[in-house]
């Protein structure tokens, strides 16, 4: 066993502490990572507080990974020592059904395995990114392009990918018009993203506090939601709408905002469920979908892409002992627009 | 003006009547239509009970009409007199916007006129076909072939095209799973359609009472959603649902049964929200859609299919005196498939 330095939460309301936890002997393919840096996704708190289901303590979050290789088994083809690499929400599949097949590992038939919080095939409890070290097999990482930092690539292995396979599963190209709702952590990236694709971006949020913001991060309109005048402005307009917003809105309003033929895709995952009216579908044959992250070939594709417009989030940079003020702040929508945590500092 | 009998109905909870109507005189485009039979569709129940919206008294029906041109105006140059004719659910639309241009005027931005309850572009509250007669712009008139007898033909035109459009649109054919819910009017022909399309039909049910006729129709499987083995037996498998209940469903458990990528789609408009757990989209990147009929292009598509397939709906033909008998068998769904209006007895 190998180990690595962590923090854990004990427990669902408690702060984060230093702990030592294990990663596996390197089997032949796999790849030992050690971790620069790691993206706080608002997933880590859901999960951590055990809102999306049980898990096991103490546990280590972080799906964001970002790191340099520091050793690799026998077999491992795609990495070497020294390379600038990173890991996401997944780090493993069954690698031989038709969606591994199609280079969809997260539609795995038998189940892709979590990053954190999902046992693994060795039958190891995984544990995320807040760690110096990990071990993950060679097809679930991926690569960073040089023009990428390190701190501002972490965040693209969660909010990127969530964010750039909808829109490219869903069209984004120019002359189409995509409205993104939220402007957090995986809605600025939304922004930029369609922005790049070459689509007319429109920002909704609750109100026009970030306008410039989203204006400078690519939308070419900004409006608020709080504001009635809104939904009618803009009824019947858009071709896609991303909704990044994980708590309950008045779906049947935000419908109402789309073209024939148009799709609101949910990346924000809700738990209480959106009373849907069919009449909101019917009349122009709108769509309302939910997307997960993205394949490896994708997240790879989503990087060089990035690199290749020079995308990178906007990001806060912490040390270690401020996670849990950093959890708070993401809670209170309060962090332009990623916290990334500096792991030499754990 | 042109005088035609028909039957309508005084208040929402009155029976028929015998009266007369005026439709208007022939413009330059004009057909006018002699009908020899009209559908009863569910919607037709909904709109004259005011259960859609407002509408006004004395309100005719019908929105599934066949029949035979009896006079043409004078530029008119796709029908003659004797032609064997239909009319759906629209007798007009702006005919200059982008959907009226691509052949979906049930998109139209000005809204299209329905063939009962709307006020038409000249003034004219427009009345359905359970009549003798009907006027309507060539353009919105369909031919129908001689392999269909009129009866039969009669609820294709919503009926047909209402279930054919969704299948198409989403992609029946060869090696698609496609599931039909209910087995009624647009149910029954929805099997049918979706099976000479190629694809492995199965429907859902609430009891096997049907089995029989549901695998006679052209399905491969039936199952009862009475039994909740059958949402853990189907989980994941289809490509898409077509959902012609109108009823409250629990819309998750039918989520569920949608493969990746797979969409559910309302052809039903039930008037409660359904409330959609986000949780049932995300991770299979699922869609939950709505249809409503189709362009007069698609229409006239569907009705040369239909003509090429052998394929016609179920149907009990009545006497006009039977249409307040016939609404309460479709209400209790004690209708195999369609009752169809023999206006000669009108």
New interface residues.
């Given amino acids: 066993m190998i180990t690595a330095n962590a923090k854990a939460v004990h427990g669902a309301d408690q702060p984060f502490t230093s702990t030592e936890i294990e990663r596996r002997d390197l089997k032949a393919q796999d790849v030992l990572i050690e971790i620069k840096y790691a993206g706080i996704c608002h997933s880590d708190i859901h999960s951590a507080r055990g809102e999306w289901g049980p898990v096991q303590y103490p546990f280590v979050p972080g799906h964001e990974i970002a790191g340099i290789v520091s050793q690799v088994g026998p077999e491992v083809t795609k990495y070497a020592v020294g390379d600038r690499v990173g890991v996401g929400c997944m780090v493993d599949s069954c690698g031989k059904c038709a ?1 591994c097949h199609d280079g ?1 590992e997260q ?1 795995c038939e038998e189940g892709m395995t979590g990053t954190y919080g999902s046992v693994d095939r060795y039958g190891q409890y995984t544990q995320g990114g807040y760690a110096t070290h990990i071990v993950v097999t060679q097809d679930f990482v991926v690569r960073i392009p040089d023009a990428l930092e390190l701190d501002a690539a972490a965040p693209l292995l969660c909010a990127g990918i969530t964010t750039y396979s909808p829109l490219r ?1 869903w069209g984004a190209a120019p002359g189409k018009k995509i409205a993104v709702v939220g402007l957090g952590g995986l809605g600025h990236m939304a922004v930029k993203l369609a922005h790049a694709m070459g689509a007319e971006v429109t920002v909704l949020s609750q109100s026009l506090k970030k306008k410039e913001d989203g204006l400078k991060l690519g939308a070419s309109h900004y409006y608020a939601t709080s504001d009635e005048e809104t939904f009618k402005t803009l009824a019947n307009s858009f071709d896609l709408i991303i909704n990044t917003v994980s708590a309950k809105i008045d ?2 309003a935000y419908l109402s905002l789309l073209a ?1 033929d148009g ?1 609101l895709v ?5 738990s209480e ?20 992250i993205g394949g490896i070939r994708e997240t790879q594709e989503m990087l060089d892409f990035c690199a290749e417009h020079g995308i990178k989030p906007e990001i806060e940079v912490i040390s270690a002992d401020r996670i849990d003020e950093a959890w708070e702040r993401v809670m209170a929508s309060d962090v332009k627009y990623r916290f990334v945590i500096d792991i030499s500092t754990l």
Avoid: C, D, M
């Fill in positions: 969606h969809e539609y599963h779906i049947n024939v799709t949910n990346v924000g995952a809700p469920p959106l009373p849907v009216q069919v009449f909101s579908l019917i009349p122009k044959r709108r769509s309302f979908a939910g997307s997960s």
